[in-house]
């Protein structure tokens, strides 16, 4: 790929074109353009089959496909009147940096993973080597930081140690104690855990952590068991973050990057979390109980 490709969001194939009911290898379109087309999208159908290469698809008007090429043949497709531009293009990647920036990855993963530096150190000192280095640009890395994920953390961790300094903590702990008092210890640890996934997916899943852990060491207490197993189920709980865009921050910068809705993360969340609460009870279980 070279520096000056660009992608363009889309063209679309208008009456009287060369593209009109015939196909990309027909026309010619690639060697005329000098252009690869990437996707081909029909309004409301599913034209391309498995065995099938874009290529050969007879194209209708409105067909849009999805270009990549060099930024002068992108520009002449813009002037040509066979064709409507949908949209701008962008410019591609600059791959020349690739490995300097697998290598700045790697020198932020390996001492972070063999214990040599915290990751908060090594990924701070990553950073400042992709700007100093130009693998990517100051304006680049401010618009990458999202500021919902700082405030949906700040206030999350501040919610969780509210709750503890106004002893919310203990009185959710004798809550749970009387709600499942006589059940077995299978039952009140699994019921520790789905409370956490449902307060993670709330607070998110270091807040969760924060307010479940005092709980499950006085639910423990409280039962004469051991702590380990109702702490694990706190840390496995809190992690069950799956059903909606507040519960982990990576949520929320997939959700910003894919153009997801609050009720994608129900959709997709919801049966994950119920699959990973009974497979991680179980599991538990099996192996303290």
Not at 10 to 35: E, H, K, M, N
Not at 48 to 77: C, F, H, K, N, Y
Not at 261 to 268: C, E, G, N
Request: aromatic letters at 6%.
């Amino acid at each position: 790929m070279q520096d000056d490709d660009q992608i363009a969001v889309g063209i679309a194939v208008v009456p009287g074109s060369t593209l009109d009911r015939t196909s990309l290898r027909y026309a010619r379109f690639i060697a005329r353009f000098q252009l690869a087309v990437l996707a081909l999208h029909r309004p409301g159908k599913d034209i391309l089959r498995a065995d099938e290469e874009i290529q050969d698809v007879s194209l209708t008007p409105g067909d849009v496909l999805l270009v990549q090429g060099p930024r002068d043949q992108i520009s002449e497709l813009k002037r040509n009147a066979e064709f409507l531009v949908l949209d701008s293009s962008m410019v591609l990647p600059r791959t020349r940096k690739a490995p300097i920036a697998l290598a700045i990855i790697a020198l932020v993963v390996v001492p972070a993973a063999l214990g040599i530096m915290p990751i908060a150190v090594s990924a701070t000192a990553g950073a400042c080597l992709m700007l100093v280095l130009r693998c990517m640009s100051i304006g680049a890395a401010i618009r990458a930081i999202s500021p919902s994920v700082f405030f949906v953390v700040a206030a999350s961790l501040a919610l969780g140690t509210a709750l503890v300094d106004t002893g919310a903590t203990g009185y959710l702990t004798e809550l749970f104690l009387v709600l499942t008092a006589g059940a077995s210890p299978t039952v009140t640890l699994g019921s520790l855990m789905l409370m956490l996934a449902v307060l993670t997916n709330v607070v998110s899943n270091n807040a969760a952590a924060v307010i479940g852990t005092p709980i499950a060491i006085g639910i423990a207490q409280g039962l004469a068991l051991p702590a380990e197993p109702f702490v694990l189920a706190v840390l496995f709980g809190a992690n069950l973050s799956y059903a909606t865009p507040m519960a982990y921050k990576t949520n929320l910068l997939v959700m910003s990057a894919g153009n997801y809705t609050f009720a994608d993360f129900l959709r997709v969340g919801v049966p994950l979390s119920i699959i990973m609460w009974l497979v991680l009870t179980a599991a538990l279980s099996w192996l303290y109980f």
